[in-house]
């Protein structure tokens, strides 16, 4: 069945209520490799009990409020949907446990024609369920590789921030595990793409790949590291568009560029000379 443009553009998405705890909150940081060296003080404060802080783009995941358009009826096929882009921008300092609130919305749903997959943009408010005070707004893109041609519209198109063409001021190099989507993906999402090697193949890749908020998530480790050491207090906003998938065990490299409180950021595969994730762009405090 096709995507029918009235019926998904106006699908309730379900409200989420989650609870997460500390372990909740070191095992993300595993998963984004933080603890690599166990001697670094400043990684270990997010994946030690003992003055525990949560990373910013824990946003990625907590409140996240699944693969909902995999459900019958969307018209979605679920084995050919990848993430495109994400972002998130942070109100409050995230907690290291608690419980959230989280409410989506579909934003827009843009068809890019037959062949050419359609885009579904949704954005997620998440609160504290026990002040209401609200954390952070995220928004995600998910892009439907065989969804196009249902006749909705082409447009419009997300403006996205273009990185310099000069050299970076930074590079930053974060080395990732063969396990590296299975650790990440206990963190909440669950896409059988980063763990099922016959789903892997059925959706058109080799091999499972990274979970795209694991690549964005290490592009955000480099700029919570190289710009704001490692204070997540310092961390405000970050987005970013997918332009391939990244494969567990490789080394992803994000440049980056500060203009005063904004960092452009791409991250790439070097070893594969492609780049993973661009158009990046994010804010830190001075």
């Known amino acids: 069945m096709p995507i029918d443009y009235e019926t998904?553009?106006?699908?309730?998405?379900?409200e989420v209520r989650q609870q997460f705890t500390r372990r909740d909150t070191m095992l993300y940081a595993l998963g984004v490799?933080?603890?690599a060296d166990p001697l670094a003080p400043k990684q270990l404060r997010f994946v030690y009990e003992k003055n525990l802080q949560a990373l910013p783009t824990m946003a990625c995941v907590v409140g996240y409020p699944g693969r909902w358009h995999a459900q019958?009826?969307?018209g979605v096929t679920a084995t050919h949907t990848v993430?495109?882009?994400?972002?998130?921008i942070i109100h409050k300092p995230l907690p290291v446990e608690g419980t959230v609130i989280s409410r989506s919305r579909l934003v827009s749903l843009v068809d890019k024609g037959a062949g050419r997959g359609a885009l579904i943009t949704t954005e997620s408010t998440v609160s504290n369920a026990d002040n209401g005070d609200l954390l952070f707004v995220a928004t995600q893109s998910t892009y439907c590789r065989a969804d196009g041609g249902f006749g909705?519209?082409?447009?419009?198109?997300?403006?996205w921030h273009k990185v310099p063409d000069t050299a970076a001021?930074?590079?930053?190099?974060?080395?990732?595990?063969?396990q590296s989507a299975l650790i990440y993906r206990l963190s909440g999402d669950y896409h059988e793409l980063h763990a099922d090697p016959d789903y892997a193949r059925i959706a058109g890749f080799e091999k499972p790949i990274l979970p795209g908020r694991c690549t964005f998530s290490i592009a955000g480790l480099a700029i919570l590291k190289t710009c704001c050491d490692y204070d997540p207090l310092h961390f405000k906003s970050m987005a970013g568009r997918f332009s391939a998938p990244a494969y567990p065990g490789e080394t992803i490299r994000t440049e980056l560029w500060r203009d005063g409180n904004s960092v452009a950021f791409r991250?790439?595969?070097?070893?594969?000379?492609?780049?993973v994730l661009d158009c990046g762009q994010a804010q830190v405090a001075a």
Request: charged share 10%.
């Open 152 to 159: 909705g519209p082409a447009g419009p198109a997300r403006p």
């Open 72 to 74: 019958p009826g969307t």
């Open 169 to 178: 001021h930074h590079v930053c190099d974060i080395v990732t595990l063969p």
């Open 267 to 275: 991250a790439s595969v070097p070893a594969r000379g492609v780049v």
């Open 8 to 14: 998904l553009l106006n699908w309730r998405i379900p």
């Open 33 to 35: 490799g933080l603890g």
């Open 83 to 88: 993430l495109a882009d994400q972002s998130f």
